[in-house]
């Protein structure tokens, strides 16, 4: 893996569990506004700050797809982890493994060289 598909996943990781986060504080917002409580309206201020968040991991997204040539079927599941309320702690996870596996690969065809 190169640096640069490295970073793009790095980003996109980093993007992804904010997002999460505010995709669910919006919709504990908008239920406790029709809810429970008629008065509380907090989705004025979630809304804009989760659409913004979500344009990056969609950016990110795309980078990342671009980068990392993954199939129609990966990226599809990637950016349904958008949708997802609480998908981009998925997201994070699922990417951090795939960096581990990566780095251990990496190690792996350095060492077999250094001993051929």
Same mark, same amino acid.
């Given at each position: $893996?190169? =640096?640069?598909?490295?970073?793009? @996943? %790095?980003?996109?990781?980093?993007?992804?569990?904010?997002?999460? @986060?505010?995709?669910?504080? =919006? *919709?504990?917002?908008? /239920? @406790?506004? +029709?809810?429970?409580?008629? !008065?509380?309206?907090?989705?004025?201020? $979630?809304?804009? /700050?989760?659409?913004?968040?979500?344009?990056?991991?969609?950016?990110?997204?795309?980078?990342?797809?671009?980068?990392?040539?993954?199939?129609? !079927?990966?990226?599809? *599941?990637?950016?349904? +982890?958008?949708?997802?309320?609480?998908?981009?702690?998925?997201?994070? %996870?699922?990417?951090?493994?795939?960096?581990?596996?990566?780095? /251990? &690969?990496? %190690?792996?065809?350095?060492?077999?060289? &250094?001993? &051929?």
């Amino acid at each position: $893996m190169d =640096l640069k598909t490295a970073s793009a @996943i %790095r980003r996109l990781r980093l993007v992804s569990v904010p997002e999460g @986060i505010s995709w669910i504080i =919006l *919709l504990v917002c908008t /239920i @406790i506004k +029709y809810g429970v409580d008629k !008065g509380f309206d907090a989705a004025p201020v $979630m809304g804009p /700050i989760h659409g913004a968040l979500f344009t990056l991991y969609l950016i990110f997204w795309l980078d990342a797809w671009n980068r990392t040539k993954w199939n129609k !079927g990966k990226a599809a *599941l990637y950016f349904a +982890y958008s949708i997802i309320p609480g998908g981009g702690f998925i997201l994070e %996870r699922r990417l951090s493994r795939e960096a581990e596996d990566a780095v /251990i &690969a990496a %190690r792996a065809r350095k060492e077999e060289a &250094a001993n &051929a």
